[in-house]
């Protein structure tokens, strides 16, 4: 199920406001992404369960049962610039 | 009768480094399987496996078990870390090893 870059970006911020996202499409068909998400909602939590947070955004709408989404979370440590 | 979910409870209670993959760790079946098989092998951790192709229950179970929707996985203690990617950046930053230690797991210090 083809999707647009925009539409994930937009599920994941919905559920992570203050993450910075960013999508690549991988094979330019439009259904293979890898997102890379930053957001202080990751730091010291476990990989596992920054991934699932990401997974959760997208409501299921990843991949099938064999499909690996590649997503990088990353933990947000740095202060924000002022 | 034991139920899937009873069956993973019980393995990951029992072994404190469980592999649920595709194969044996003798006979991968899968890369991304064979790929955390090496690289427990390479850090000298001792560990058990379950083969999922031989139960297609297990298959279905461990991914509703975890809510991880790819398959290996691997659990330290009872507690799901992650499956070859995450398992593959933990091994090359140190992580993993900072959390055998953590659990007291034996194992070779990494390269």
């Known amino acids: ?82 | 009768m034991t139920t899937t979910v009873e069956r993973i409870k019980s393995e990951i209670s029992e072994n404190p480094v469980m592999l649920y993959m595709k194969g044996t760790a003798m006979f991968p079946q899968c890369g991304f399987s064979a790929r955390v098989v090496q690289i427990l092998t390479h850090m000298g951790v001792p560990f058990k496996t379950a083969n999922v192709l031989e139960d297609g229950e297990l298959r279905e179970g461990i991914k509703t078990f975890s809510n991880w929707p790819t398959i290996p996985q691997l659990y330290v203690k009872g507690e799901f870390v992650g499956g070859c990617d995450i398992i593959t950046e933990m091994f090359q930053s140190g992580e993993l090893s900072t959390l055998l230690t953590e659990q007291g797991i034996q194992h070779e210090a990494t390269a």
């Not at chain 1, 499409?25 to 947070?53: C, E, M, N, W």
């Open chain 1, 1 to 82: 199920m083809a999707m647009q870059a925009g539409e994930i970006e937009a599920l994941i911020k919905a559920a992570l406001p203050d993450a910075s996202v960013t999508i690549e499409d991988l094979a330019g068909d439009g259904d293979h992404y890898a997102a890379t998400v930053v957001s202080a909602r990751f730091a010291g939590i476990s990989r596992v369960k920054q991934h699932q947070i990401v997974y959760a955004a997208l409501r299921g709408r990843m991949g099938g049962n064999c499909m690996p989404w590649p997503c990088k979370p990353q933990p947000l440590n740095k202060e924000p610039p002022r």
